[in-house]
């Protein structure tokens, strides 16, 4: 005799994809349970005292162009329930030797004014096209494969034949080292190989949002994405259990449908999915450095001072060789780091005149050794005296990222690589990426469409599978 549904939906794991996928469940209507094993809500967007008290760290994910950008969250009243978006005047600054910057800014003009004469011109005509268009461009971006016709086909066409190259394809439109490293930075945030297809559109995507939406963080830190979530599917009806750990499905209460926000790996041992995601990889690791420091970071280029982001590699070389050793299993040397300097923007996050900053470098998945001093090296190129301010440091390998979230397996803080045809169909090739073999079990983690990032966007278009699925189950009924 089968149990008495006592939820028409249960979410395991409460990041921001799970509560998102619930949300949008409770919002169609449904009774919603969602179980966290950690002892708050949040994932890869937390925020923690992880050196000193008082200072407010992000242990993951801090600064959020496609959060602020995400079509879900801007239909959803997060404001209300805390969620407040700082934008530092420069977006992201990208620092060379000489004490000059490339300044990813909030408009294409000054963006373009940073690179030089030369290579303004190709960086108006690179991105000027899509400026204005975010709306319609973040839909067809974030929407799951097989899904109809874009909303805006000839942009979305033109953009996709543009970025669907690598990233170095788009480089050699640009005369001058200075373009061609801010675009190897942003196509970093992949985590992959410079010369993997679709960097390029990585590179743009991110470029795009600054100047559409900006880079923000969330005032407080990011916790307070997540706590916003939980707000809203609270009022909305919806119950969040912290501290369970789920291990089999039969652990769960009777419902309709189970939503897991988890790897693809432990959905496939928690509901006995046998090999289903067999040929899913995971990526490189990396090595976060969590900072309380006496003052703010000393860049020698002043953009850099201003900025909440700040990507540190001199040349196109420089990052691709960084990125290639991180991949290919070897351990760092001169690596890229991505930097955020919160405090910029919001003093609340440290005790008066202090700063909270963190920076990461790639390294092979999971990888076991000490980077603390090459990314200190590396920073101190370009912010000399960056240790003496340095107060305290929480130091996370790969190791220390799996314990803290279940999902980066071996420290794969993108749920899954970038590269070959999973950069598009991930976890598996398969009309629904959401759905799995066993009816009514579905996957919602950054493993599924459109990916890593704070955005929600997987756990959206997990819950339209799922609502999609209970009205066949209940017409066939």
Same mark, same amino acid.
């Given at each position: 005799?089968?149990?008495? #549904?006592?939820?028409?939906?249960?979410? #395991?794991?409460?990041?921001?994809?799970?509560?998102?996928?619930?949300?949008?469940?409770?919002?169609?209507?449904?009774?919603?349970?969602?179980?966290?094993?950690?002892?708050?809500?949040?994932?890869?967007?937390?925020?923690?005292?992880?050196?000193?008290?008082?200072?407010?760290?992000?242990?993951?994910?801090?600064?959020?162009?496609?959060?602020?950008?995400?079509?879900?969250?801007?239909?959803?009243?997060?404001?209300?329930?805390?969620?407040?978006?700082?934008?530092?005047?420069?977006?992201?600054?990208?620092?060379? =030797?000489?004490?000059?910057?490339?300044?990813?800014?909030?408009? #294409?003009?000054?963006?373009?004014?940073?690179?030089?004469?030369?290579?303004?011109?190709?960086?108006?005509?690179?991105?000027?096209?899509?400026?204005?268009?975010?709306?319609?461009?973040?839909?067809?971006?974030?929407?799951?494969?097989?899904?109809?016709?874009?909303?805006?086909?000839?942009?979305?066409?033109?953009?996709?034949?543009?970025?669907?190259? =690598?990233?170095?394809?788009?480089?050699?439109?640009?005369?001058? *080292?200075? *373009?061609?490293?801010?675009?190897?930075? +942003?196509?970093?945030?992949?985590?992959?190989?410079?010369?993997?297809?679709?960097?390029?559109?990585?590179?743009?995507?991110?470029?795009?949002?600054?100047?559409?939406?900006?880079?923000?963080?969330?005032?407080?830190?990011?916790?307070?994405?997540?706590?916003?979530?939980?707000?809203?599917?609270?009022?909305?009806?919806?119950?969040?259990?912290?501290?369970?750990?789920?291990?089999?499905?039969?652990?769960?209460?009777?419902?309709?449908?189970?939503?897991?926000?988890?790897?693809?790996?432990? +959905?496939?041992?928690?509901?006995?999915?046998?090999?289903?995601?067999?040929?899913?990889?995971?990526?490189?690791?990396?090595?976060?450095?969590?900072?309380?420091?006496?003052?703010?970071?000393?860049?020698?280029?002043?953009?850099?001072?201003?900025?909440?982001?700040?990507?540190?590699?001199?040349?196109?070389?420089?990052?691709?060789?960084?990125?290639?050793?991180?991949?290919?299993?070897? =351990?760092?040397?001169?690596?890229?780091?991505?930097?955020?300097?919160?405090?910029?923007?919001?003093?609340?996050?440290?005790?008066?005149?202090?700063?909270?900053?963190?920076?990461?470098?790639?390294?092979?998945?999971?990888?076991?050794?000490?980077?603390?001093?090459?990314?200190?090296?590396?920073?101190?190129?370009?912010?000399?005296?960056?240790?003496?301010?340095?107060?305290?440091? *929480?130091?996370?390998?790969?190791?220390? +990222?799996?314990?803290?979230?279940?999902?980066?397996?071996?420290?794969?803080?993108?749920?899954?690589?970038?590269?070959?045809?999973?950069?598009?169909?991930?976890?598996?090739?398969?009309?629904?990426?959401?759905?799995?073999?066993?009816?009514?079990?579905?996957?919602?983690?950054?493993?599924?469409?459109?990916?890593?990032?704070?955005?929600?966007?997987?756990?959206?278009?997990?819950?339209?599978?799922?609502?999609?699925?209970?009205?066949?189950?209940?017409?066939?009924?």
């Amino acid at each position: 005799m089968s149990r008495a #549904v006592v939820a028409d939906a249960v979410v #395991v794991g409460a990041g921001p994809n799970g509560l998102t996928a619930a949300v949008e469940l409770a919002r169609a209507g449904l009774s919603v349970q969602v179980y966290e094993a950690a002892d708050t809500v949040g994932g890869g967007a937390r925020t923690e005292e992880l050196t000193l008290p008082g200072f407010r760290h992000d242990p993951c994910s801090a600064v959020h162009p496609f959060g602020i950008g995400s079509p879900v969250f801007s239909a959803l009243p997060l404001a209300r329930h805390g969620l407040e978006w700082l934008q530092p005047r420069v977006p992201m600054a990208h620092p060379f =030797p000489d004490g000059t910057a490339a300044v990813l800014g909030r408009t #294409v003009g000054e963006t373009a004014a940073s690179l030089g004469p030369r290579d303004a011109p190709a960086y108006r005509k690179l991105l000027a096209p899509y400026v204005g268009h975010w709306e319609t461009l973040a839909a067809d971006f974030f929407r799951p494969p097989w899904s109809g016709l874009p909303k805006d086909p000839y942009r979305f066409a033109r953009f996709g034949l543009t970025g669907l190259p =690598p990233v170095g394809v788009l480089a050699l439109r640009f005369h001058d *080292a200075k *373009a061609r490293a801010l675009l190897a930075g +942003l196509a970093g945030h992949a985590i992959a190989r410079l010369r993997e297809p679709l960097t390029g559109a990585m590179a743009m995507m991110f470029a795009l949002a600054a100047h559409e939406r900006g880079w923000p963080v969330a005032r407080g830190g990011s916790q307070a994405i997540s706590d916003a979530l939980a707000a809203h599917l609270t009022e909305l009806g919806g119950a969040v259990t912290t501290g369970v750990t789920v291990r089999k499905l039969d652990e769960l209460p009777p419902a309709r449908a189970y939503v897991f926000d988890t790897s693809p790996s432990a +959905l496939a041992r928690i509901a006995a999915l046998g090999d289903a995601y067999r040929g899913y990889r995971h990526g490189p690791s990396v090595f976060k450095i969590d900072y309380a420091l006496d003052g703010p970071v000393p860049w020698t280029a002043p953009a850099a001072r201003e900025a909440g982001t700040v990507h540190v590699g001199p040349t196109y070389t420089e990052i691709g060789d960084a990125l290639d050793r991180a991949v290919t299993g070897r =351990p760092p040397q001169t690596p890229f780091l991505i930097t955020s300097q919160p405090t910029v923007v919001d003093p609340s996050r440290a005790p008066e005149g202090k700063h909270v900053f963190w920076a990461y470098a790639h390294v092979p998945r999971g990888w076991h050794g000490d980077a603390t001093d090459a990314v200190e090296r590396q920073i101190e190129r370009f912010a000399p005296g960056f240790r003496d301010l340095v107060l305290a440091r *929480a130091v996370t390998g790969p190791a220390g +990222l799996a314990a803290r979230n279940a999902n980066y397996v071996e420290g794969d803080i993108a749920c899954g690589a970038f590269s070959g045809l999973q950069t598009v169909l991930r976890p598996r090739l398969a009309a629904i990426p959401y759905a799995t073999r066993r009816p009514g079990v579905f996957l919602c983690s950054a493993a599924t469409p459109p990916g890593p990032g704070v955005h929600g966007m997987s756990g959206h278009n997990a819950a339209k599978a799922v609502l999609r699925h209970l009205r066949r189950a209940a017409a066939r009924s």
